[in-house]
């Protein structure tokens, strides 16, 4: 059955990357959730003053991979023990969340999270929370780095997370 994960991790190109590469991943899409300010733009999203975060809207087969999979995956790329950062990214558009629309997947979300903390000495700052608001990011966002690999960004921030993937993952790897 397909179904959709939500989550934000810092830049979205990153975590577009990685999640494309999965076997039961159909889909991955470039978005901005939970914010205040209608229609945003990415020039808007950079001001930090939209409320919303930068996030991806994961599209799945549960049975070929599980949330619980995906969310394990989710820890595992970016830091979730950085308030509002990621690497050089700074500003609540880069929180740590988890975006649910139903309980099963609040559930879920909550017991990655518990079982994530083991792997960090810091306490986990991610924030899970209901969707409240999403929009899909412009179309020159979308599959980002496999137009960019190149991309002085992409080259620097994306391959250590590839690498943790594969190392981990590799056999969910499409």
């Avoid at 959709?4 to 999965?22: D, P, R």
């Avoid at 969340?97 to 309980?103: A, G, H, P, V």
Wanted: aromatic share 10%; proline share 4%.
């Amino acid at each position: 059955m397909q179904r959709e994960l939500i989550v934000g991790g810092g830049c979205f190109w990153c975590t577009e990357a990685v999640f494309e590469l999965l076997k039961g991943v159909s889909d991955v899409e470039s978005g901005y959730a939970n914010g205040h300010t209608p229609n945003p733009t990415y020039r808007d999203i950079c001001t930090g003053d939209t409320g919303y975060a930068e996030v991806i809207k994961i599209t799945y087969d549960d049975s070929i991979i599980t949330v619980d999979t995906l969310l394990e995956i989710f820890f595992l790329i970016h830091d979730p023990t950085t308030l509002n950062r990621q690497g050089a990214d700074r500003g609540t558009q880069y929180r740590s969340t988890i975006l649910y629309t139903d309980e099963e997947t609040k559930e879920a979300a909550e017991a990655a999270m518990a079982a994530a903390q083991a792997e960090y000495k810091d306490p986990i700052v991610t924030i899970i929370e209901p969707l409240e608001s999403y929009y899909t990011a412009e179309a020159y966002h979308q599959d980002y780095y496999r137009q960019n690999t190149m991309q002085g960004y992409c080259m620097a921030v994306i391959p250590p997370k590839l690498a943790k993937l594969k190392e981990k993952f590799g056999k969910e790897m499409a």
